[in-house]
């Protein structure tokens, strides 16, 4: 992973798979290229290898099952999203909590299979420990904020600036802030205050124009990263 970063997670969009995902896909891989901006998208497992074979872009999975290989009927497991053409994977989203001894079980196994993980947490006071768990970032997303279109960087700046200080702390750990990311200002001010990334769903998703958002947090990106220089 490269930073800054832009985590755009499809969720079970009605676009989130089959052809519309493709494309969406395909536009978004368009403007990490002509940007030098990284973009990870987090796809359904459905989609992993279909999207991995026409982008170069990271694709991600949005969750993994922390079981073993042998009889678990419906389990999805980092052996095979990484068959599939993944990247990485989401872990313990708010949407699809985990346990602790699960999401250590993940990072570990990934690691040895060479998938990056990016394990999500609901307040700043776990990301140290859960980044002495060793996931290549962690992303802070205030639950109640998730698809509201009101950001965190707004309506809860004080979680990111905790979080910074929080991250610190963990040699190597990368902070990626996400709830309500919607404008490229939202993105300046993530990463102006110290995040590394953002995560996004709704505001992309369901966008008339989806590339024209991602272009503008690409540009809130570039602009906070000048900035610092
Ligand atoms: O994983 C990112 C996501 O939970 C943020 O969702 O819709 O608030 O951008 P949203």
């Known amino acids: 992973m490269k930073f800054p970063i832009l985590i755009i997670n499809f969720k079970a969009y009605e676009n989130s798979y089959g052809e519309k995902a493709l494309q969406l896909s395909k536009s978004i891989d368009k403007v990490a290229r002509e940007s030098g901006i990284e973009i990870v998208v987090a796809v359904p497992s459905t989609m992993i ?30 052996e095979m999203i990484k068959e599939a053409g993944a990247a990485g994977t989401l872990v313990n989203h708010s949407e699809r ?9 993940v990072i570990k196994r990934s690691r040895r299979l060479g998938l990056e993980t990016i394990v999500c947490v609901d307040r ?29 960087s707004r309506a809860r700046p004080e979680v990111i600036t905790n979080a910074v200080e929080m991250v610190q702390k963990v040699k190597g750990l990368k902070l990626i802030v996400g709830a309500g990311i919607s404008t490229g200002d939202d993105v300046y001010t993530s990463i102006k205050l110290g995040a590394h990334g953002i995560g996004v769903a709704s505001a992309v998703m369901k966008s008339k124009d989806p590339s024209k958002v991602v272009r503008e947090f690409v540009e809130g990106a570039k602009r906070a990263v000048s900035e610092r220089i």
């Open 97 to 105: 909590r985990v346990r602790a001894d699960e999401i250590d079980d």
């Open 124 to 152: 700043y006071e776990l990301v140290v420990p859960i980044g002495l768990l060793g996931p290549d970032a962690i992303l802070v997303e205030p639950p109640e904020l998730i698809g509201t279109g009101v950001s965190v």
């Open 49 to 78: 290898h279909r999207i991995s074979k026409e982008v170069s872009i990271p694709v991600f999975a949005q969750h993994v099952d922390a079981v073993p290989e042998g009889a678990h009927t419906g389990a999805v497991t980092p």
